[in-house]
Structure formats: structure tokens, C-alpha cells
């Protein structure tokens, strides 16, 4: 089993508190024979008779030594579960849950905005010390 992220719990209260039902802790599919842990599955009703929405979501800290590092990390990782996804969960949207530390000081680099763009990258930004969604990247 791997370890959660140490944002993990303030991540999964930060969605709780915006209205996200935490369906899966981690979110876990098998694929021929391989395990995928996605951090977290949730959902969300937007309306009383509308069907809702479903995420997955990633948290990846950063507290790494290279920020670059890191950031092939998680990108490898996210694009891989999203592959995942379209095949087994297709209405599901996947997000790299980030830090608004680290996306202020690293994620809004021209380069790494660019290479956010031509991947369709999806983020979700929280405050880890109030436990809040400070920003959805689409």
C-alpha cells in the first residue's frame, strides 16, 4: 500500500467543506493485473433530479528537493490515471490537487503554464492550513 500524501486529510476536508461527497479513499482500479491508486474519488449532485459530477483527485505536496522532479512526477502519474479513467470511469474528470504555496511559485512559470496547457491539465488549489479549495484550474 502506498503512503498518502501529506496533504491528504486537508485536501479530502477541504472538498468535503465545498459540498463533495468522498466516494473512494483512494479511488482503486485494476487493469491487467496492475493496481492504480488515485488519492481520492468524489461526487458531487447539482441538482436535486440532475445527475452529479465525479472527480478524482491526485495530491501531489512538492516538498521535494526539485520542484522539476516533482512536477515530471506528478505529470506522468496524472496523465497515465487519466488513461485509466477514460477507459474505466469515463464521466469522471481527474485533478492534480496542489498547494496554493507551490502553484504560486512554481506552477505559474510561463514554461509550466505551457506545459499545463498542452496537456489539459486540470488543478485543484488548496490552502493546507485552512483546509480550503482556493481555486479550480479548468
Not at 459530477?53 to 495530491?59: C, D, F, H, P, W
Not at 516533482?70 to 481527474?94: K, V, W
Amino acid at each position: 500500500m502506498s503512503a498518502k500524501d501529506v496533504f491528504h486529510n486537508a485536501v479530502r476536508l477541504a472538498l468535503e467543506k465545498d459540498g463533495w461527497l468522498i466516494t473512494a479513499d483512494p479511488l482503486i482500479f485494476i487493469v491487467d493485473t496492475i493496481e492504480f491508486r488515485i488519492d481520492l474519488g468524489a461526487e458531487r449532485l447539482l441538482g436535486a433530479e440532475k445527475e452529479g459530477q465525479k472527480i478524482a483527485v491526485e495530491i501531489k505536496s512538492f516538498l521535494g528537493k526539485s520542484a522539476i522532479s516533482e512536477f515530471h512526477t506528478a505529470l506522468g502519474q496524472t496523465l497515465n490515471y487519466r488513461s485509466i479513467l477514460r477507459t474505466e470511469e469515463p464521466d469522471r474528470i481527474l485533478y492534480l490537487a496542489i498547494s496554493y504555496e507551490i502553484y504560486t511559485a512554481f506552477f505559474l512559470k510561463p514554461v509550466i503554464q505551457d506545459i499545463i496547457g498542452e496537456h489539459n491539465l486540470k488543478l485543484l488549489i488548496f490552502e493546507g492550513s485552512k483546509q480550503e479549495i482556493v481555486l479550480w484550474k479548468e
